[in-house]
């Protein structure tokens, strides 16, 4: 993994070219703090790993189209100015005779040079990339290539978060010679992965399965179950129902998957053999459930390039960087707005008050926007944002908040779709939020530096709005406001102007 305490830490964008056996991909990560955000994501599906199992060699057409495209990819990094550029190569260059030859090939022609992973290290970025993506994973993490997976064992809690890795050869290229025999495929996976001791840490606990072909399941379970959010990352199925979906997907053609998904027509030619390893990974494992996840190998080499800070909070950064981008202020303001409002929300716990948080900061996103459609707009983008460690009921948490602080109604037909995915007393507590939200913009106007002048104060059953001399803070709309607040958390309301332009000490 790289060094991250290097005199060469990249300090803006990081560029990961990730040479694997099915794909060729380039990221390009913008970072903000302790954070990522994938500024570029392109792929081309050049099948290096077709044939390997039979041949030993790297599929020449697939060599051709790899060293074009890398020609490409380079020059569109350095035109992007990324301060680190890496091109990383996993099993079928590490394993085929002539795979050093094209790792050579590609350093002549495209001056960077390319650095062939080991199966462990190949394990341990995968791993450190759903780490860096899931707050608090604990399981085996499964990276499904087209010539190998991968798998580790994580535990975000751990002195050590990173167990030792393994790399089996069961990916789907490797395997497609037995596709039409599901009877010999199944032993040749049962067999491989019986003699797996890191399996065991997986009953009861969590898969995290990382790959393109598996990822392509997750949109097809989404497709066929009319799922309303759209978002791969910590998209999680229970074992039972994955089991039985996976037994379905397993045994169906190209053909008539094309029917129902939208998934591109190269990727599902490994999607059956894909849904098979994994029906016997989870067969083997036990787990409680699947988790899908965004973040993988190049993610887990882009992060170990930043600096450690343990107190960094990767969701957190990622809406302070957008906020300083998409809002009118800059600053402490987030901060400024979650301090104001916490007296409304007493003994709130950590984890809620991070979603707070992240809301305060992103809750002037939508100003540009008309009138009408602030609130929806607000609700679209926020849940939809490629941010870090924010699972799916987070997600419509903090969309539902800034939703509210925007005017959207309770009832609002565009929050219809995602309800299943917030249980009612989260809704509650996210509509006064918002709530909360939005009598701090009606009192500042958004200067909310004002926000210094008034206190919001929790006085048993009561609400009490503390305001200094003069009329700024007073007038019908910030009455009505904090009476709406006031109803959403069942609380008596009131507002008070002091003697003093000093707040009242709390």
């Not at 798998?151 to 050590?160: K, N, Q």
């Not at 069961?170 to 596709?179: D, K, N, Q, V």
């Not at 400024?336 to 709130?348: K, V």
């Amino acid at each position: 993994m790289p060094d991250r305490n290097s005199a060469a830490v990249p300090l803006g964008r990081i560029a990961v070219v990730d040479l694997g056996s099915n794909s060729l991909r380039l990221v390009v990560f913008e970072r903000l703090g302790a954070t990522l955000l994938p500024l570029l994501n392109e792929k081309v599906m050049c099948a290096l790993g077709r044939g390997i199992a039979a041949s030993g060699r790297l599929n020449p057409d697939g060599v051709a189209l790899a060293l074009a495209n890398l020609q490409r990819f380079v020059a569109l990094a350095r035109a992007l100015e990324v301060d680190h550029l890496a091109i990383v190569a996993t099993a079928a260059v590490r394993e085929a005779s002539d795979g050093a030859a094209f790792a050579a090939a590609a350093e002549r022609e495209c001056g960077v040079s390319v650095r062939i992973v080991e199966g462990g290290e190949e394990a341990r970025l995968s791993a450190a990339g759903v780490l860096a993506g899931i707050r608090d994973a604990d399981g085996i993490v499964g990276d499904l290539g087209g010539g190998s997976i991968e798998l580790a064992r994580v535990d975000a809690g751990a002195a050590v978060p990173i167990g030792g890795g393994v790399t089996l050869p069961l990916g789907p290229l490797r395997l497609a010679e037995f596709a039409d025999n599901r009877r010999v495929l199944g032993e040749i996976v049962d067999r491989t992965l019986a003699a797996v001791p890191v399996l065991r840490d997986a009953a009861d606990r969590t898969l995290y399965l990382v790959g393109g072909a598996w990822r392509a399941i997750a949109r097809l379970h989404m497709e066929v179950t009319d799922y309303p959010l759209h978002v791969i990352h910590e998209y999680a199925i229970p074992r039972r129902p994955a089991e039985e979906f996976l037994d379905i997907v397993a045994g169906q053609s190209r053909r008539s998957l094309e029917r129902i998904t939208s998934i591109s027509r190269r990727r599902l030619d490994v999607v059956p053999l894909a849904a098979l390893i994994l029906s016997r990974l989870i067969a083997v494992g036990r787990p409680a459930r699947v988790v899908f996840s965004a973040f993988g190998l190049r993610e887990g080499y882009a992060f170990g390039l930043l600096p450690r800070d343990p107190a960094g909070d990767p969701l957190l950064e990622g809406c302070i960087g957008m906020a300083r981008t998409q809002s009118r202020w800059h600053g402490e303001d987030g901060e400024r707005l979650a301090r104001w409002i916490a007296p409304a929300f007493p003994g709130c716990a950590p984890d809620r008050r991070r979603l707070h948080r992240a809301a305060c900061w992103l809750s002037d996103i939508a100003w540009t926007e008309h009138p009408d459609y602030r609130a929806r707009h607000a609700f679209d983008r926020s849940l939809t944002m490629p941010l870090a460690q924010l699972d799916h009921g987070e997600r419509v948490f903090i969309a539902s908040a800034l939703h509210t602080r925007y005017g959207g109604g309770a009832d609002d037909p565009v929050k219809a779709a995602t309800h299943t995915l917030i249980d009612p007393a989260a809704a509650t507590e996210a509509r006064g939020l918002g709530l909360a939200l939005r009598l701090a913009y009606t009192l500042s106007g958004g200067a909310l530096g004002l926000l210094d002048r008034v206190q919001l104060r929790g006085e048993g059953q009561s609400l009490l709005l503390d305001l200094p001399p003069g009329g700024l803070f007073t007038g019908e709309a910030v009455q009505r406001r904090l009476d709406a607040l006031g109803r959403a958390l069942g609380l008596e309301t009131r507002s008070a102007q002091r003697r003093s332009a000093s707040p009242t000490p709390a």
